[in-house]
């Protein structure tokens, strides 16, 4: 258990609304992610951040912006859902003390945009 | 986006049979990290894999990094009902040590009782 907490963990929104997803760790990592899963294309990296305050885009980020005020919580927002945003998002975080970067996920936030 | 050649796509297995799975990249990575999946939740870390050669063990499962930093496999012994799900291999390209990763398209295993 990496102590990683998403929210919510099912979301129904209507086109054109904004959304924020939100990930919350418990154990100080530094890396913070979020990615998408859809059939067919796998687990996709949205943005990332590195320390408070130090994010970057990632494979898929257009529509999608991040914030990290605080170690503890990464925060993904959709400004304006579209039917494309319709999908699974896990947020990860990375532990670097077992002799490399371990990746660690959340059980998922499902969203669908009608 | 780059992904990594994962095989086989699918198996569909006895019980108790022992499973093989792998991948493959033309780019060579530091770490191997390899996932399982089940319906309606997040990738569960099985086995995690630093050093070119390393061989580690996880119960029934054993994975090991490819030698060329290119490739690894995850095998399951006498495989039970429970082993269902999707399995995933994961690498972080040598390029960055961000723990930015590359995902295979998964594995998907059924087990008959």
């Known amino acids: 258990d990496a102590g990683i907490t998403q929210s919510p963990r099912h979301k129904v929104t209507e086109t054109g609304t904004p959304v924020t997803l939100r990930c919350h760790q418990t154990?100080?990592?530094?890396?913070m992610y979020w990615y998408r899963q859809d059939p067919g294309h796998g687990l996709r990296l949205i943005h990332y951040s590195y320390g408070v305050k130090d994010t970057d885009k990632g494979e898929v980020s257009d529509g999608y912006s991040v914030s990290r005020s605080k170690t503890e919580d990464f925060l993904l927002t959709l400004e304006s859902a579209t039917s494309s945003q319709t999908s699974v998002y896990f947020c990860?975080?990375?532990?670097?003390?077992?002799?490399?970067?371990?990746?660690?996920f959340g059980e998922g936030s499902w969203l669908t945009v009608v | 986006g780059q992904q990594l050649n994962q095989s086989p796509q699918s198996m569909f297995i006895q019980e108790g049979e022992d499973v093989s799975m792998n991948c493959t990249s033309s780019?060579?990575?530091?770490?191997w990290l390899w996932y399982k999946q089940d319906p309606g939740e997040g990738p569960v870390l099985l086995i995690a894999l630093y050093k070119a050669g390393e061989l580690t063990s996880n119960g029934r499962l054993t994975a090991q990094f490819g030698i060329t930093r290119k490739d690894s496999f995850l095998n399951i012994s006498a495989s039970i009902p429970s082993d269902v799900g999707i399995y995933f291999c994961?690498?972080?390209?040598?390029?960055?040590?961000?723990?930015?990763?590359?995902f295979g398209q998964g594995t998907t295993l059924q087990v008959k009782p």
């Open positions: 990860a975080i990375s532990d670097t003390g077992k002799g490399g970067n371990t990746i660690y």
């Open positions: 994961a690498g972080e390209p040598s390029s960055g040590n961000t723990g930015k990763l590359i």
């Open positions: 154990e100080n990592h530094r890396y």
């Open positions: 780019s060579i990575f530091n770490t």
